[in-house]
């Protein structure tokens, strides 16, 4: 019987937890704000500074011969540590910077985003639909380097 009521206790404990966990992850989003394929595309045209950060994954990265024109590329577990570094380090914290990824629900652009926000960068937003979105508006692209 003391081992029934144990067992009930620690599964209501993990179900507390990974509610907060989800709570936490939804905040993160809503904390994000997103810009347009379209609008990134017009201030591109106008030649309006902003900073562009790819956080495909490697695999995505790999499988793509371009990026977005300006783009820098980064791994999101990285991004952190590599803000101490150029180009980054130059980059002021209160420009225009956009993420963007290939995943589905734009979850690792929303992760980087509030990454660059949690480290002081205060005009971040995310990509809405990522790297597919822009490649359905055909927004400009260049070569990304080879390894």
């Not at 379209?38 to 011969?65: F, G, P, Q």
């Not at 577990?77 to 420009?95: A, E, G, H, I």
């Amino acid at each position: 019987m003391r081992y029934r009521r144990l067992a009930i206790v620690l599964m209501l404990l993990s179900s507390c937890l990974l509610t907060v966990s989800a709570q936490r992850r939804t905040n993160h989003a809503l904390s994000v704000e997103f810009i347009s394929a379209t609008e990134l595309r017009d201030k591109l045209a106008r030649n309006e500074r902003v900073t562009i950060i790819d956080v495909r994954a490697t695999s995505s990265y790999a499988e793509s011969t371009d990026k977005i024109k300006g783009a820098i590329h980064v791994k999101l577990r990285r991004l952190r540590s590599r803000l101490q570094f150029p180009p980054f380090k130059s980059v002021p914290r209160d420009s225009e910077v956009v993420t963007y990824c290939a995943c589905e629900d734009d979850e690792a652009s929303v992760r980087a985003a509030q990454i660059l926000i949690d480290a002081g960068f205060t005009r971040v937003r995310a990509l809405k639909g990522g790297w597919e979105m822009w490649r359905k508006i055909k927004g400009p692209v260049e070569q990304r380097p080879r390894a």
